[in-house]
């Protein structure tokens, strides 16, 4: 069973600038995650999606970050524009089901703000 | 009171010591007590995980213990390896999942 992919890998940009990151979750999960891990803390949940529908934004800085889910498979997160403290390392999990079972993390892409 | 604080921030142990890393938390709601160990360059990935009504639970060399009265979990490594050297963090969930600080654990050979 092939994991969470993730692409970029590592993304480098200016400050102001834009950048998007993909989430392809594992086949058949119903529930994608997307968290901010910064240097030296825990993962924090930015946004859970449930398909296509959107469970908890609480943590989403929704004045320069967005998210979708089309078709419930896929998922891109999006800032426009970035700040510094936007560098960190942004993760997408997955569950099946009601989002009560195991999350499965993928790789991350690592995001540099300069 | 959505916060988990996990001790200690990094950890040396020699090979088939004992590692312990502890968590506490204030919010009696949550009800699911994860440990993901997460390498360098690679997400976190569940280790063992527990819930409120069970004192202990086992798998292999990792056991957790659970102090709900205390609100407090600690992840224990027994004959922790090399292999063991990792982040681990602790989490809680009330809905959504709070994880905790992380702990560097670097086990000497």
């Known amino acids: 069973e092939a994991g969470v992919a993730q692409s970029p890998r590592y993304k480098i940009i200016e400050k102001r600038q834009s950048v998007a990151f993909w989430c392809n979750p594992i086949?058949?999960?119903?529930?994608l995650y997307w968290y901010q891990q910064i240097l030296g803390q825990g993962p924090k949940l930015l946004i859970q999606?449930?398909?296509?529908?959107?469970?908890?934004d609480s943590q989403l800085p929704k004045d320069r970050f967005s998210a979708e889910r089309l078709k419930g498979v896929d998922s891109t997160l999006k800032i426009q524009p970035a700040k510094l403290e936007d560098s960190a390392v942004y993760l997408c999990?997955?569950?099946?089901?009601?989002?009560?079972?195991?999350?499965?993390f993928g790789p991350g892409t690592r995001l540099l703000v300069l | 009171q959505q916060q988990v604080k996990q001790s200690p921030q990094s950890l040396i142990v020699q090979k088939g010591g004992i590692s312990i890393i502890n968590c506490a938390y204030e919010?009696?709601?949550?009800?699911?007590f994860p440990w993901y160990q997460q390498f360098p360059g690679k997400g976190p990935a569940l280790l063992i995980a527990?819930?409120?009504?069970?004192s202990e639970k086992k798998e292999g060399r990792f056991t957790i213990s659970f102090n709900k009265s205390a609100k407090q979990f600690s992840l224990h490594i027994m004959d922790s390896q090399p292999g063991d050297s990792a982040t681990y963090f602790c989490?809680?969930?009330?809905?959504?999942?709070?994880f905790g600080q992380g702990t560097e654990l670097s086990v000497k050979p």
């Open positions: 999990a997955s569950s099946s089901l009601s989002g009560r079972e195991t999350q499965y």
């Open positions: 086949s058949g999960h119903a529930t």
């Open positions: 999606f449930q398909n296509n529908g959107v469970v908890d």
């Open positions: 919010n009696t709601a949550f009800d699911y």
């Open positions: 527990i819930r409120p009504d069970v």
């Open positions: 989490a809680a969930r009330g809905g959504k999942l709070i």
